[in-house]
């Protein structure tokens, strides 16, 4: 008998073909399977398997219109080439270059912290120095300075609050978002200002009107509605301790943010402020974690068509690192200056304690003493 070499794409229909190997969840599994022959690449690349995956993975990427590639080298040897291929089956080359290193990426990435700025709060009870900016500090003393947001002070336990987060680049994977809730060891019995639960919200903003400047406004404690922004995701509601602690809040799945803005959703007040008797919510510190697709991949939103996105793809780039979530223990040295330093007060007394030993001038000593909230 004649030897045969048989292969199930010649033998299958093409539509049960294509369901088994979109069945393959590893991309590396798909860059094997193309290279089984000219045939088996034919076939995945015409048939989008990789393409296929991605949205499997993350199905936000249908919100993608079109990519358009940045490659001096790849538009200067096209160029040299000519368009031997057919338009179509050329479009189909480039997709699957673009979506099997996207689906690569998606499918291992190192997790990093992913705001570059926070933007804004509904409510600051003592704007700036409670600012939403401070919560990008891990530390919730830095110095002489106490170093939390905090919000106005309400009797309905019910009334939320949002705080709003830039992350590093228009195109992110979030796995997880930390909370330090805010104790008031100032005050009597340190009371801790956490919510009663939290939620996530991810998109992107819209122009309301032509004055760009409109939006630098936040930072100055002006609030933005919803009408800012457009909301892609929202997470459920996550139970929140009253503890002075970091608080981990896991996403069920990795969520792909396609526009670069997080909305903290803080809901329901657990403490009253002695001295007013009102709810606040105070936090000390926020992290938003996962990896940045940029620069090699980006997204820009088609201003023409609103929720529809240009996936922008630069093959001659490299994937940028996120600043690692772990600090590194710092070492505290006690010489006969700390030993001789003046303590100013049982503030000082914890600030040595925390390995803060006053390096500050006397001048910043004064400013930060003005700048202590009140008892």
């Given at each position: 008998m004649?030897?045969?070499?048989?292969?199930?794409?010649?033998?299958?229909?093409?539509?049960?073909?294509?369901?088994?190997?979109?069945?393959?969840?590893?991309?590396?599994?798909?860059?094997?399977?193309?290279?089984?022959?000219?045939?088996?690449?034919?076939?995945?690349?015409?048939?989008?398997?990789?393409?296929?995956?991605?949205?499997?993975?993350?199905?936000?990427?249908?919100?993608i219109d079109r990519i358009v590639e940045i490659s001096t080298t790849r538009q200067q040897n096209c160029s040299e080439a000519g368009c031997s291929r057919s338009a179509e089956l050329q479009h189909f080359i480039e997709e699957h270059r673009v979506f099997s290193t996207l689906a690569r990426r998606l499918s291992s990435f190192e997790v990093g912290e992913c705001i570059s700025d926070a933007i804004q709060a509904t409510s600051t009870d003592n704007y700036p120095e409670e600012g939403v900016f401070n919560t990008l500090e891990p530390r919730d003393l830095i110095g002489y300075r106490t170093s939390y947001w905090s919000s106005t002070g309400k009797n309905d336990p019910e009334v939320p609050e949002m705080l709003t987060y830039k992350l590093v680049s228009e195109f992110c994977v979030i796995t997880e978002v930390n909370i330090q809730p805010f104790q008031a060891f100032f005050q009597e019995n340190s009371p801790i200002y956490s919510a009663k639960a939290v939620r996530f919200r991810m998109g992107y903003r819209v122009l309301v009107d032509e004055e760009e400047d409109e939006f630098a406004k936040g930072h100055l404690g002006e609030p933005?509605?919803?009408?800012?922004?457009?909301?892609?995701?929202?997470?459920?509601?996550?139970?929140?301790?009253?503890?002075?602690?970091?608080?981990?809040?896991?996403?069920?799945?990795?969520?792909?943010?396609?526009?670069?803005?997080?909305?903290?959703?803080?809901?329901?007040?657990?403490?009253?402020?002695?001295?007013?008797?009102?709810?606040?919510?105070?936090?000390?510190?926020?992290?938003?974690?996962?990896?940045?697709?940029?620069p090699v991949f980006n997204v820009v939103n088609t201003l023409e068509t609103p929720g529809r996105f240009l996936l922008m793809f630069n093959p001659e780039a490299e994937f940028s690192a996120l600043p690692s979530t772990c600090e590194e223990p710092r070492e505290v040295t006690v010489t006969p200056e700390v030993v001789q330093t003046p303590v100013r007060g049982w503030e000082h007394i914890l600030n040595m304690l925390r390995g803060v030993w006053g390096n500050d001038s006397e001048d910043e000593h004064h400013d930060s003493d003005d700048n202590m909230p009140e008892d």
């Open positions: 004649d030897d045969v070499n048989w292969d199930f794409l010649n033998l299958l229909n093409p539509d049960v073909a294509c369901k088994i190997l979109t069945c393959l969840d590893d991309p590396g599994d798909i860059v094997r399977a193309s290279s089984v022959s000219r045939v088996w690449r034919d076939f995945i690349i015409e048939n989008g398997i990789s393409k296929r995956l991605c949205l499997r993975l993350f199905p936000q990427l249908s919100a933005f509605t919803d009408k800012h922004f457009v909301w892609t995701y929202t997470s459920k509601e996550f139970p929140m301790a009253q503890e002075n602690r970091l608080q981990n809040f896991k996403l069920p799945e990795p969520v792909l943010c396609m526009g670069a803005f997080v909305q903290v959703e803080l809901l329901g007040r657990v403490q009253r402020q002695e001295a007013d008797g009102k709810l606040y919510i105070c936090v000390a510190h926020v992290q938003v974690l996962g990896q940045s697709l940029a």
